[in-house]
């Protein structure tokens, strides 16, 4: 067999200096060394075979090598070069990459230039300076697998040579990149080609794939591969599993994503063993990362950020023999789990560090996880989304099947701590956070939720910013900044709230949650009804230490603000734990009602807030989702060893009836709409009645507003 093989290297290398000295002469084929890490040649003969019979495949087709057909020119143009070559640096933190007065994205502008689009001021300092390298070493990964692709469907030599061209290039220089991190300094997560293992891992599975499919090609000779793989694919594995045991839990999806596309390619056992039965590798994850379907880092960004490498890693077992599809359920309940709480538009709530995510712009992901499954489920994200990624391409069914359409139910997930609560008839949603602290990604807004009404976000999570702006740490993760419940102006700590009821009937939907430990010296509860007219909502803060506290409920509201008290302003808030950034801040005091109006694009959310007690109530805006735009706030604020906050939110557009609201002697809550009445418990025991009598003169504390329900469909 070896005697063989070195025929094969030598026979090889002849057959490439007769090339190099004019001769035509055509490589014989290596049957082992045809692509085998997703496809095999079988495979790509099937998918060419779906081109000519699919039109979406077709335009599948057309999009990858509409790119492939700009190399090299679109990635000359884009960093002002005359000629391909690999960055002479290693890529600095792409987080980095922010305008320190608005936070803005900077923008590259070529040879050099980092611009801040709303200032137009250059920023030319480290680390500033090096992060355009992540950007050249991510398009030159890509630009090689999407080539290795083309050249797969087309058998165009053109495609070959310039994949194997880019390999070649990382080949030379991946030794010579000195290992750093983030801060420029030698460590256990700093890497070569980027500044962490996280960005190196997702470059090294790009490479290897794109080496898996033009290593057969005429372009790589048997020096060529023996350096690519010797000198860049080992030495990069070798680099990314120093970042073993990383602190979030998804970067080491990554680098057990990484080693598993090297040890498959290359035969590796050791880096396949370690990356599916390692002490954190895929197994693990599975069994240990993943509750009902959600990812252990509570937001979405991530975990859909972890399931790429978590989906490509089964994908490459399977064609190895391994089926973690089978084997490890967990993964196809990460598809599941977003359809719970996805909101009416198909975004996913900017829980924890995470943006707002676009369900359906996942769809390449659930290409796979359809053809391995064949859920229907999954069709609900399929249908809504064009079928024209390269996932679609290279894995997607020829054919989906009629899928029926999906009713957006109400839904709550105990162990995550997630409560979903829709209206029946219209789009009015409520998600509550409750469950796990999430980690390093993780932010101190236990009970916090999000309100969408009338085709919007109303009620918003900032989300997260760069994580090189101080922003990120002093307001995205405080406790301030959601719309949640605080004590003394201090931060929550790390915790885990639990489920205390839950019902869901036919006309509402309402939930009671506790936040845990959040505070040493407080519980707190919030529990929300949703009916098809209004959302009723109850927080309680009990002091367990036997002292007076100070409740804060704090709620942000895209739109303008206008509330029915008189303010002033004032500046007596602290200079920490998130409240610096709070501007405009204005303060009351009332015993009645707290009435507050947000018009937000031609929407109106009222929000009521009992009164009956000795209140504060602060007024202002605080930076949202983009710090450069301000979102209004209200602070409503009581003192003593309990506290209770009653509050009605009601959506609406142009002129609404009445809806008033009271609450009785023995805590049960009165709801008067134009034709019925409501009675509603909510605490540990949920009850909820509607009746139709004649309005009586009303006795007790009250609220009112006025309010029209929109009727519509919650579809898929």
Not at 543 to 568: A, C, E, I, W
Not at 587 to 599: A, P, V
């Amino acid at each position: 067999m070896k005697i063989n093989r070195i025929f094969q290297i030598a026979l090889l290398m002849e057959l490439s200096l007769g090339t190099l000295a004019g001769a035509q002469a055509t490589p014989v084929p290596d049957p082992s060394l045809e692509p085998h890490l997703f496809l095999t040649l079988q495979d790509f003969e099937t998918r060419k075979a779906m081109v000519q019979h699919e039109p979406w495949a077709k335009a599948a087709l057309t999009a990858v090598l509409k790119e492939a057909d700009g190399y090299p020119q679109d990635y000359l143009n884009k960093f002002g070069l005359t000629r391909v070559t690999a960055p002479d640096k290693a890529a600095q933190w792409a987080h980095w990459y922010v305008c320190p007065e608005t936070g803005t994205h900077l923008e590259f502008h070529p040879p050099n230039h980092n611009i801040c689009p709303d200032t137009g001021k250059d920023y030319q300092d480290w680390p500033i300076s090096d992060v355009h390298y992540h950007y050249m070493h991510d398009m030159l990964s890509h630009d090689a697998l999407i080539l290795g692709i083309a050249y797969r469907m087309t058998g165009k030599e053109i495609y070959a040579q310039h994949a194997a061209e880019i390999l070649k290039l990382y080949a030379d220089k991946y030794k010579d990149y000195p290992i750093v991190d983030n801060y420029g300094k030698q460590s256990n997560w700093g890497a070569r080609v980027y500044s962490q293992t996280l960005n190196e891992s997702i470059w090294l599975i790009d490479m290897t794939f794109a080496y898996d499919l033009v290593r057969g090609s005429g372009e790589l000779n048997a020096t060529d591969r023996a350096h690519i793989e010797t000198d860049m694919l080992l030495p990069s594995a070798a680099t990314v599993v120093r970042g073993h045991k990383e602190p979030t839990n998804n970067i080491q999806s990554w680098i057990n994503g990484a080693q598993a596309a090297v040890g498959f390619e290359l035969g590796e056992k050791t880096l396949i063993d370690e990356a599916i039965d390692g002490p954190l590798g895929f197994r693990y994850q599975m069994k240990n990362y993943v509750h009902e379907g959600f990812w252990i880092e509570g937001a979405w960004g991530y975990q859909f950020y972890a399931m790429r490498p978590l989906t490509e890693t089964a994908e490459r077992a399977k064609r190895h023999g391994m089926d973690l599809w089978k084997q490890e359920p967990a993964l196809a309940s990460m598809f599941h789990s977003p359809l719970g709480i996805v909101l009416p538009d198909g975004k996913l709530p900017a829980f924890n560090d995470s943006e707002e995510v676009r369900l359906y712009a996942n769809a390449p992901l659930y290409e796979l996880a359809y053809e391995n499954t064949h859920d229907p489920a999954l069709l609900a994200v399929l249908d809504n989304a064009p079928r024209t990624s390269k996932e679609s391409l290279l894995f997607g069914v020829a054919t989906l099947p009629e899928s029926k359409t999906s009713l957006l139910a109400s839904a709550v997930f105990p162990e995550s701590g997630y409560a979903m609560l829709r209206a029946k008839n219209n789009d009015l949603s409520i998600i509550l956070k409750f469950g796990p602290h999430g980690g390093g990604h993780g932010h101190y807004d236990k009970l916090g939720e999000i309100i969408y009404a009338e085709g919007q976000t109303q009620a918003v999570d900032p989300g997260t910013q760069l994580y090189g702006m101080a922003l990120h740490k002093e307001w995205d993760q405080m406790s301030v900044a959601h719309n949640t419940i605080t004590a003394d102006e201090l931060r929550q700590d790390q915790a885990t709230g639990k489920l205390i009821a839950w019902k869901n009937e036919s006309d509402y939907v309402a939930v009671t949650t506790s936040a845990g430990p959040a505070y040493k010296f407080a519980d707190l509860t919030r529990s929300i009804l949703v009916t098809n007219e209004y959302a009723l909502q109850v927080d309680r803060a009990h002091s367990t230490d036997g002292r007076p506290h100070v409740f804060d409920f704090n709620y942000h509201n895209y739109g303008k603000q206008t509330m029915q008290l008189q303010t002033m302003p004032y500046s007596g808030l602290p200079n920490a734990n998130g409240y610096m950034h709070l501007e405009q801040v204005r303060r009351g005091e009332t015993i009645g009602n707290i009435t507050t109006r947000f018009d937000n694009e031609g929407t109106v959310l009222s929000l009521d807030v009992l009164g009956g007690v000795p209140t504060e109530v602060f007024q202002g805006v605080a930076p949202g989702p983009h710090p450069a735009v301000k979102v209004p706030f209200v602070i409503v604020r009581r003192k003593g060893t309990d506290a209770e906050f009653v509050s009605l939110f009601v959506p609406h557009r142009g002129d609404a009836p009445t809806i008033t609201a009271m609450v009785g002697e023995n805590g049960t809550i009165t709801v008067h709409g134009p034709q019925w009445v409501d009675t509603v418990t909510l605490g540990d025991v949920i009850r909820y009645h509607r009746s139709m009598p004649v309005m009586e003169k009303w006795h007790g504390r009250g609220l009112a507003h006025t309010h029209s329900a929109s009727a519509g469909s919650l579809l898929f």
